[in-house]
């Protein structure tokens, strides 16, 4: 199993950009979390979606954030415009159970840094 | 924001040395996880908790599942290089919305 796959693992660009992260979560996984660390906030979950639909985009910062997951083993996390305040790392997990309790699969993560 | 407070922020130890760190809150959950982050990667399932009062251990690691169901502590024995990086503790606060500690970062010297 090659894990949940996250491209690219630096990105680095201009503000005013657009950016789109990417995530392929483990095959026959149904839930997917994109998270965003940084060091003043830690882990804060941006959206999860479970077989494809989104579930709750309440952790979306704003308007320039959106998700989308076309199929089950593919989603795509976008900012347009990219601000420099964006500058995180991006983590995308997938999970096998409703019942988080049995964890999620974290990918290596996207670092974002936005000049 | 979040809402585990986990504790030291940082430790820095010896080779050899036993390391105890906590996560509390002021909500009761049903479920506590520990994660271990290394640089450049994704945090990593260490252990899992689902019952109050629960004591796990995986290698030299054990964590307990608080008696009031609102903390959980990790310790890992015997420390050793390769147990460098940041230890977050998470719970679910409903069924998909996990939340996560701020994370102790430990640094062990050879």
């Known amino acids: 199993d090659a894990g949940v796959i996250q491209s690219p693992r630096h990105e680095v660009t201009e503000m005013g950009q657009e950016v789109t992260l990417r995530c392929k979560p483990i095959?026959?996984?149904?839930?997917l979390f994109w998270y965003r660390q940084t060091m003043m906030r830690g882990l804060e979950l941006l959206i999860y979606?479970?077989?494809?639909?989104?579930?709750?985009d309440s952790g979306m910062p704003e308007d320039r954030f959106s998700a989308k997951m076309p199929n089950a083993s593919f989603s795509t996390l976008k900012i347009q415009p990219s601000e420099p305040r964006d500058s995180a790392v991006y983590f995308c997990?997938?999970?096998?159970?409703?019942?988080?309790?049995?964890?999620?699969?974290f990918g290596s993560g996207t670092r974002l840094t936005v000049v | 924001g979040q809402q585990l407070n986990q504790s030291p922020q940082s430790m820095f130890i010896q080779e050899g040395e036993d390391v105890s760190m906590n996560c509390t809150s002021s909500?009761?959950?049903?479920?506590w996880l520990w994660y271990k982050q290394e640089p450049g990667e994704g945090p990593v399932l260490l252990i899992a908790?689902?019952?109050?009062?629960e004591l796990t251990s995986n290698g030299r690691l054990t964590a307990q599942f608080g008696i009031t169901r609102k903390d959980s502590f990790l310790n890992i024995s015997a420390s050793i290089p390769s147990d460098v990086g940041i230890y977050f503790c998470?719970?679910?606060?409903?069924?998909?919305?996990?939340?996560f500690g701020a994370g102790t970062r430990l640094t062990v010297k050879p």
């Open positions: 997990a997938s999970s096998l159970a409703e019942f988080p309790g049995y964890g999620y699969t």
């Open positions: 095959s026959g996984h149904d839930y």
């Open positions: 979606f479970n077989n494809n639909v989104p579930i709750d």
């Open positions: 909500s009761i959950f049903n479920t």
């Open positions: 908790l689902y019952k109050a009062g």
């Open positions: 998470a719970a679910p606060r409903n069924n998909n919305d996990m939340r």
